[in-house]
């Protein structure tokens, strides 16, 4: 079981900045690709953005493509996901996730979580 932990979320007014990361214990980590996972009452899953272990592949929604950036830096074990122009629709809790084998244009959730991490966005 690869553990995973998130910090950085809190509470953001509109139009606003956050950095999210997902730090890991375990030495492998930096051979998996990465996938953050939001969820909101009420809502559907939805995945937002991915990185490869190498960070040359990269995935967004386009629910926020444009806004957010992801990016790793393997020799702390922790990935980032850097939130800018937030809007009240990207309120949720956001998790990382070790995805399944990436062969698609979007790699499927996998079985690692964390913990998550409450963004909400309001005035």
């Known amino acids: 079981q690869v553990q995973l932990r998130e910090s950085g979320g809190g509470l953001v007014q509109p139009g606003g900045s956050l950095t999210l990361s997902c730090a890991s214990s375990?030495?492998?980590?930096?051979?998996?690709?990465v996938l953050w996972v939001r969820q909101a009452p009420g809502k559907e899953r939805e995945s937002v953005a991915a990185?490869?272990?190498?960070?040359?592949?990269?995935y967004y929604a386009n629910s926020v493509k444009g806004r957010f950036t992801i990016s790793r830096d393997n020799a702390k074990n922790t990935v980032y996901l850097q939130m800018n122009g937030v809007e009240p629709e990207d309120t949720a809790v956001y998790y990382c996730n070790i995805p399944k084998a990436w062969l698609g244009s979007v790699p499927p959730i996998g079985d690692h979580w964390g913990q998550g991490t409450q963004v909400t966005v309001s005035s």
């Open positions: 375990d030495r492998s980590f930096g051979l998996y690709a």
């Open positions: 990185i490869n272990w190498k960070g040359d592949r990269i």
